[in-house]
């Protein structure tokens, strides 16, 4: 009968390099601290509660702790690292088996580790719960980065779950049950997640990669790139659109809620809902409009009496119903009062979700607008890399 | 096949192209002509779809040019466009170039490599051909620009002005052949953009001359000089239609009485 590696997960503690650097850190503050309050006649303890003493501490536990989770993922998980994944593809892994370099999801190691991080903490006048927040912040962001890239739905329960710790109703039990919850999905993610190993189109179908990106080879110079007949853009589906709305208008609700709570007490005005609308309308009109221009000028419009070009101009309809969409939606908040973060949150979330799902998709206006390509010069490509012959 | 249906272009005030109308049936070798700024390469750039016209539409092989993004994805596989001033990539060298080139079009890796290797060799670029471009003389840039444009093997070509920018005698022999070869097939159609009649005569099935944003002739070299009265060689034919009283002032020019 085969018995699992008894000391597989033994593999994640730290390099010993970092423990003695560590260590030493640690012991060379002692001393100074020690030192000062020989010199100065004065209780350790004193020297140790001192503010400026305090700050340095969290600064090494925090970097400890941030350090230690970025190791754990970067070193163990396969989604970080290309070369252990291809070997992995090759090799006869299964999830049913161990990863071979060590675990990616949390073990009593990590317990072991982060809880001499709070010790030391504790000893240090710190906070115990800061290198235990560092740490869990960096993990659980990382690994909800991962499973999104790896296209596990996980990542969607987690966007909705994370934003949740920043509002105050949730203190104390509820709070435990959430960050519970947290690791539970986590880990329960991250099996589904390594059983769907080789991740066939990595980092492709994460629910937030929408149809910026353009297909074809930059590097094949003008006009062969604009001209290609590959162009791998996508366009976002009115789920994705509408999920992805969702999540960041209820982020923005817990971020807003949060913020209005004491001690910070600040409260978004309306007119960032306005200002962002109208960002939002150019930044996409600058995005669609990158290398291309109208088929003629707006001289050219008055004289000839087309003052709307229906093939080029369409490109003007979500940012311009966007922007209209901020208006009313400012004028609304403004008369909320009570319900203002909700209604700031439903209005930043339909503008998102505008945004997204208004048409035309990137990849329709390219290949179907009534434009013209601009040259290189005047599209602003990198003049150093290519040239004019 | 081309198909222009009734296209008009200007980009501010003035037409650059007013109702034009083309066909250019598939595997022929079409040359345009016509004075400097007469709309040429808008013409060019509008089959090519680097453009759209203000009016009208073009059709590749009856498939209509920006109709989908399906359609137009099959137009731009079955076509190379060759600008008068492409911008090459000056880090990559030569052969990377055009093998990035051959890949947009899923040109069959072995086949691309060996193509590449001949069009090298035919153009004298065998010894450049692995150095980066930036190093390459005009000449020899518009010579790889000439072999991106015939590496992808596409049914259509359109050229802009192939026949300029430093090419040296071989080169413009080299490329005067391999238009002559491609106006002799059938599968493969040609619209080129050129202002040497000699080179146009030799391998043009018909010759479309541009005079004020129309297009005053579109036939065969024969049939141009039944259309302008003229038996002479193509330069004079082309005097004859697009500028009739030239040689006439010519004649006055050097005739002016002594003061």
Redesign the interface.
């Known amino acids: 009968m085969k018995r699992p590696l008894p000391f597989h997960s033994n593999a994640v503690w730290p390099p010993p390099w970092v423990m003695v650097t560590f260590v030493i850190s640690c012991g060379l503050i002692s001393a100074v601290i020690w030192l000062i309050a020989a010199v100065a006649r004065m209780d350790p303890q004193t020297v140790f509660a001192m503010q400026e003493i305090v700050i340095v501490w969290k600064v090494l536990l925090g970097a400890a702790a941030g350090f230690y989770a970025v190791y754990r993922l970067g070193r163990f998980h396969p989604a970080c690292n290309r070369g252990y994944r291809e070997w992995l593809k090759l090799s006869p892994w299964t999830a049913a088996k161990p990863l071979p370099l060590g675990p990616a999801h949390l073990v009593w190691q990590d317990a072991a580790v982060v809880g001499a991080l709070a010790a030391i903490a504790g000893y240090a006048h710190v906070n115990p719960l800061l290198p235990v927040g560092v740490f869990g912040l960096i993990y659980g962001g990382g690994m909800t980065f991962l499973l999104g890239l790896t296209g596990s739905g996980a990542c969607l329960v987690l966007g909705f779950l994370w934003p949740a710790l920043m509002l105050p109703a949730m203190s104390g039990w509820p709070m435990t049950a959430i960050i519970v919850v947290l690791l539970a999905v986590i880990w329960l993610g991250h099996q589904k997640s390594l059983k769907r190993f080789p991740w066939p189109n990595l980092g492709e179908k994460s629910v937030w990669q929408t149809d910026i990106t353009i297909g074809?080879?930059p590097?094949?110079?003008?006009?062969?790139?604009?001209?290609?007949?590959?162009?791998s853009s996508s366009p976002v589906s009115i789920a994705a659109s509408f999920l992805v709305s969702i999540l960041i208008g209820w982020w923005f609700y817990c971020l807003n809620v949060y913020l209005q709570s004491p001690p910070e007490m600040i409260q978004f005005p309306p007119e960032v809902i306005l200002v962002f609308g109208v960002a939002a309308a150019l930044f996409r009109v600058l995005g669609y409009c990158m290398s291309i221009t109208t088929?003629?000028?707006l001289?050219?419009r008055l004289?000839?009496g087309?003052l709307i070009?229906p093939?080029f101009d369409r490109v003007f309809l979500t940012p311009l119903a966007v922007v209209l969409l901020a208006i009313v939606g400012d004028v609304v908040i403004k008369h909320s009062e009570t319900w203002c973060p909700v209604a700031e949150s439903f209005v930043f979330a339909l503008l998102w979700f505008v945004l997204l799902a208004g048409g035309p998709t990137y990849?329709?206006w390219i290949?179907?607008?009534?434009?013209?390509?601009r040259?290189?010069p005047i599209s602003n490509?990198n003049k150093?890399?290519?040239?004019?012959? | 096949m081309i198909k222009l249906v009734d296209v008009s272009?200007?980009?501010?005030?003035n037409p650059v192209l007013s109702h034009i109308n083309l066909h250019v049936p598939a595997g022929e070798l079409a040359a345009v002509m016509g004075p400097n700024g007469v709309g040429k390469s808008t013409l060019l750039g509008i089959i090519?779809?680097?453009?759209?016209?203000?009016r009208g539409h073009v059709e590749i092989n009856g498939l209509r040019r920006?109709?989908?993004?399906e359609t137009?994805?099959q137009i731009?596989?079955q076509?190379v466009?060759l600008?008068d001033?492409?911008?090459?990539?000056?880090?990559?060298t030569g052969r990377e170039?055009l093998l990035?080139?051959g890949?947009?079009?899923?040109v069959d890796a072995d086949r691309l490599m060996d193509h590449i290797r001949r069009l090298l060799e035919l153009f004298q670029l065998a010894d450049k051909g692995d150095s980066p471009i930036?190093t390459f003389s005009?000449g020899q840039?518009?010579k790889i620009?000439i072999c991106?444009a015939l590496v992808p093997e596409t049914p259509i070509l359109v050229l802009d002005e192939p026949f300029t920018?430093g090419l040296d005698p071989s080169a413009i022999l080299a490329l005067r052949r391999v238009l002559k070869h491609m106006a002799d097939r059938t599968d493969v159609t040609v619209v080129m953009a050129s202002q040497i009649p000699e080179v146009v005569e030799q391998v043009a099935e018909r010759i479309l001359v541009l005079k004020g944003a129309h297009i005053i002739a579109y036939d065969t070299l024969d049939g141009l000089r039944a259309q302008s009265g003229c038996s002479g060689s193509l330069p004079e034919v082309f005097e004859k239609l697009v500028n009739p009283q030239t040689l006439e002032q010519i004649e006055s020019y050097f005739n002016r009485p002594k003061a």
């Open positions: 074809g080879m590097n094949a110079g003008w006009p062969y790139s604009r001209l290609s007949p590959k162009f088929p003629f000028n001289w050219g004289v000839t087309r070009v093939g990849r329709k290949l179907t607008g009534q434009h013209r390509y040259t290189p490509t150093r890399l290519f040239k004019s012959i | 272009h200007h980009y501010g005030l090519a779809g680097l453009m759209a016209p203000a920006r109709g989908t993004e137009e994805l731009r596989k076509m466009f600008p001033h492409p911008w090459l990539p000056e880090f990559m170039w990035a080139v890949q947009l079009y899923d930036r005009n840039k518009k620009a991106g920018g």
